[in-house]
T-cell receptor, first 114, second 116 residues
């Protein structure tokens, strides 16, 4: 079975600074990988996803993520953070043999300071 | 399209009470699923369905029942609520990929349940 680890529970970043959120997965083959964002009191919204091909994936709101097979990682990045990026971020992995079941990480809460 | 809708938004139950959390989607998605979200644990899959009349257990199914009589609706039933079921519940749906890559799951706004 697949699993996801998000090592950082909470990150604080200044507005305008860069942001990187870590995600490590465990799966025996190339997985499907996702990043979701959850604003306070809201449901989850998809930021980006990786299925195959180019390992650098562009998403919405200026986010990007890079799939590194050798490191089993799928880290999320944003060059310049806005106050509206304060939210909880979830990495998720899906298996190619069972693509409708996702395993989520515990989440990383991002606080943006002025 | 309304997307994925969930009712109620908030609910308080007493231990032993029963209730049904409603979930509906208007996107003709084959897959629907229920997750619970607890602090520090991310989202955990409770039950899922790959189509009308077909359901299966996820990671944490105990204490919950589901059925799927139509494509649109996927209710989650708590037969005898326990304080351990205090959580935020999310319903999600997606298309079946048919080998073309896993599809985005669309989430509802959630139901915040407190069991006293």
């Amino acid at each position: 079975a697949q699993s996801v680890t998000q090592p950082d529970i909470h990150i604080t970043v200044s507005e305008g600074a860069s942001l990187e959120l870590r995600c490590n997965y465990s799966y025996g083959a190339t997985p499907y990988l996702f990043w979701y964002v959850q604003s306070p009191g809201q449901g989850l919204q998809l930021l980006l996803k990786y299925f195959s091909g180019d390992t650098l994936v562009q998403g919405i709101k200026g986010f990007e993520a890079e799939f590194k097979r050798s490191q089993s990682s799928f880290n999320l990045r944003k060059p310049s953070v806005h106050w509206s990026d304060a939210a909880e971020y979830f990495c998720a992995v899906g298996a190619r043999s069972n693509d409708y079941k996702l395993s989520f990480g515990a989440g990383t809460t991002v606080t943006v300071r002025a | 399209n309304a997307g994925v809708t969930q009712t109620p938004k908030f609910q308080v139950l007493k231990t032993g009470q029963s209730m049904t959390l409603q979930c509906a989607q208007d996107m003709n998605h084959e897959y629907m699923s229920w997750y619970r979200q607890d602090p520090g644990m991310g989202l955990r899959l409770i039950h899922y369905s790959v189509g009308a009349g077909i359901t299966d257990q996820g990671e944490v199914p105990n204490g919950y029942n589901v059925s799927r009589s139509t494509t649109e609706d996927f209710p989650l039933r708590l037969l005898s609520a326990a304080p351990s079921q205090t959580s935020v519940y999310f319903c999600a749906s997606s298309y079946r990929s048919r080998g073309q890559g896993s599809n985005e799951q669309f989430f509802g706004p959630g139901t915040r349940l407190t069991v006293l």
